[in-house]
């Protein structure tokens, strides 16, 4: 009995060890890279009026994307499930990929000001 909880202790004790080098890995690589696009974001950004169709969360593939933007993204994406608006822009009807941050906050049917950068829904006002 006494061996188990010691394995298990040092079992713990990796994991624990694990979980830190992780979360170092993360705050060392991946924040700089989330803060430089939204650098990014913020500096490419234009303030449009736009009419709000639909949204949904759907695939990249399923949806009037442009073959050229699904390449960009990189493999691991691809199939994952995007917030995708659709919008009026223009004369033109568009399928904008929107912030995870915003998508709750899209009105449908209503005409919106908006900040997008590219085909990326940075704002909704």
Not at 43 to 61: A, D, N, P, V, Y
């Amino acid at each position: 009995m006494n061996n188990i909880w010691s394995i298990l202790g040092i079992i713990l004790l990796v994991l624990l060890i694990i979980a830190g080098i992780l979360f170092l890995l993360y705050k060392k690589f991946v924040v700089p890279k989330m803060k430089q696009y939204d650098d990014m974001m913020k500096e490419h950004k234009t303030t449009m009026s736009i009419f709000i169709i639909s949204k949904s969360k759907g695939k990249l593939t399923d949806e009037n994307i442009p073959k050229s933007v699904i390449d960009q993204i990189p493999k691991l994406y691809r199939g994952r499930k995007f917030p995708l608006v659709k919008a009026k822009v223009g004369p033109q009807i568009v399928t904008l990929i929107a912030d995870d941050r915003i998508y709750d906050k899209i009105p449908i049917k209503k005409m919106v000001k908006a900040d997008i950068a590219g085909m990326y829904l940075v704002d909704v006002r």
